[in-house]
């Protein structure tokens, strides 16, 4: 008989087609009943395809052995809870650092330049009796990254050839890294242009970005979100936004996604995205492929490609 797995979520095509060829695949996003469907099928389910695995729905799942969560970040799955469970978890690393990197960049540029205000600039017709005035580059510039893993590296590289200057702050130094590392994220800020926010979401890093720190970065200082909505204290970022206190900030996450707080609209010096950071066919494509991959081997008896827990 075909092993059982649940899915949670929507799922690119070709990785719920993978899927399907290999297992018998219930998706608990597609019904209207999921209290039916998890209690009917809860004695076979083996496996987890998806984000979002909370320990109730783990303690349903008797027979469960691994979660393979689709995305770098799992924090939306009770670790502890998993391993108090021996249930293995993995997500999907390195395929998408390219992806987010790129889009890091290009929320930076379109910020300093006001790329997006240019087009409604051009658009409404405002060019022919006006300019748009002068902005920012990233040239000479100091960025200092919050979160120097894997996906930080890139963005380290690609801020380099951009013939910025990068700093980062961390858990630890990285003797490796050639570049100036920082043990308090207030001193980093007050130090950079330009603050890039990439390290992974949960309880340790909720709030990291506070108030103070966002003072610190200060009138003439931008930050971008790339991580997690939770990791920057929003209400003060939007306040300081407002009033000056923080130059520019380019966010393509939030706190209480989808919901966007309606005052950001109304802010030219903000810059939004819809969670797109990894939004390609070839790199959601790469992640669909290691998720299975990853059921693969732990079915096989094979160690797990991407293991986390």
Not at 1 to 23: G, N, S, V, W, Y
Not at 143 to 164: D, F, T
Not at 243 to 254: E, M, Q, R, T
Request: proline share 5%.
């Amino acid at each position: 008989m075909p092993i059982e797995i649940l899915q949670t979520h929507k799922l690119l095509d070709t990785c719920e087609a993978a899927l399907a060829e290999r297992f018998t695949v219930h998706k608990l996003h597609e019904t209207d009943d999921k209290e039916a469907l998890i209690a009917r099928i809860s004695p076979n389910v083996r496996a987890i395809a998806g984000g979002a695995v909370n320990a109730e729905l783990m303690g349903r799942l008797p027979k469960l052995e691994i979660i393979a969560n689709f995305g770098v970040g799992y924090d939306t799955i009770d670790t502890a809870a998993a391993r108090a469970a021996n249930v293995r978890v993995t997500n999907t690393p390195s395929v998408l650092n390219d992806a987010v990197a790129e889009l890091t960049i290009g929320l930076m540029i379109a910020l300093a330049r006001r790329i997006p205000q240019a087009d409604q600039f051009v658009r409404a017709g405002k060019w022919p009796s006006a300019g748009m005035g002068l902005f920012s580059e990233l040239t000479g510039k100091t960025v200092g990254i919050l979160g120097l893993g894997r996906i930080g590296k890139e963005i380290a590289s690609r801020a380099q050839a951009m013939k910025m200057r990068v700093v980062y702050y961390g858990r630890k130094r990285q003797p490796a890294e050639p570049h100036i590392f920082y043990d308090n994220l207030v001193d980093m800020a007050r130090d950079s242009d330009w603050l890039v926010v990439i390290a992974p979401g949960g309880k340790g890093t909720n709030g990291i970005v506070s108030r103070e720190v966002l003072e610190a970065l200060g009138p003439n200082g931008n930050i971008v979100n790339v991580a997690r909505g939770t990791l920057i204290d929003e209400a003060a970022m939007l306040d300081l936004l407002q009033s000056g206190g923080l130059g520019g900030a380019a966010l393509d996450v939030f706190e209480k996604e989808p919901a966007v707080p309606e005052a950001f609209f109304a802010l030219d010096n903000v810059v939004l995205s819809p969670h797109q950071g990894s939004a390609t066919n070839q790199t959601r494509n790469a992640m669909g492929a290691l998720v299975v991959a990853n059921l693969d081997a732990h079915f096989a008896g094979e160690p797990l490609i991407s293991a986390v827990v």
